[in-house]
């Protein structure tokens, strides 16, 4: 168990990153793009792509779980960033922003299709260079599994 004084100085850290939000971790940015997919998706997906100073080591494609989205990842997408990884985070069907066709409509193979639809359309020129890091919370990090 944590003492008293920890536990107190853990639950106040916590509140003031729920109503401040987390932590800068150093010079990077953020670029958000809506991409459009036809069929057999018929979605309009929102995906953060996140690039860290610098050359990064790898892209990481994140994933969030099910009744979720990618703000909700945001300090440790951050974290992924201050260690050098460029980190595309995407809203899956019928979840936070992405809108379209319902997730009902997508089995884990159509899913798996749908994040390398994303994968292709958000490369930069030195993709091939580095290594791509498939991560994922909950359901997305089984759906990162069955990928692999």
């Given at each position: 168990?944590?003492?008293?004084?920890?536990?107190?100085?853990?639950?106040?850290?916590?509140?003031?990153?729920?109503?401040?939000?987390?932590?800068?971790?150093?010079?990077?940015?953020?670029?958000?793009?809506?991409?459009?997919?036809?069929?057999?998706?018929?979605?309009?997906?929102?995906?953060?792509?996140?690039?860290?100073?610098?050359?990064?080591?790898?892209?990481?494609?994140?994933?969030?779980?099910?009744?979720?989205?990618?703000?909700?990842?945001?300090?440790?997408?951050?974290?992924?960033?201050?260690?050098?990884?460029?980190v595309i985070a995407v809203d899956l069907p019928s979840h936070?922003?992405?809108?379209?066709?319902?997730?009902?409509?997508?089995?884990?193979?159509?899913?798996?299709?749908?994040?390398?639809?994303?994968?292709?359309?958000?490369?930069?020129?030195g993709y091939q260079a580095r290594p791509l890091i498939l991560e994922g919370?909950?359901?997305?990090?089984?759906?990162?599994?069955?990928?692999?």
């Amino acid at each position: 168990m944590f003492p008293q004084s920890r536990l107190c100085l853990f639950a106040f850290v916590s509140v003031f990153f729920l109503f401040v939000g987390p932590p800068s971790w150093g010079d990077s940015s953020v670029e958000t793009k809506t991409i459009e997919l036809g069929c057999p998706f018929y979605v309009s997906a929102k995906v953060d792509i996140h690039s860290p100073a610098g050359v990064p080591k790898g892209d990481i494609l994140y994933l969030h779980g099910l009744g979720d989205n990618k703000d909700n990842h945001e300090p440790l997408i951050s974290r992924r960033v201050k260690d050098g990884y460029r980190v595309i985070a995407v809203d899956l069907p019928s979840h936070g922003q992405t809108e379209g066709s319902s997730l009902n409509r997508f089995t884990f193979r159509k899913l798996g299709s749908f994040i390398l639809s994303i994968e292709k359309a958000t490369r930069d020129p030195g993709y091939q260079a580095r290594p791509l890091i498939l991560e994922g919370w909950s359901t997305g990090g089984l759906l990162a599994v069955r990928m692999v």
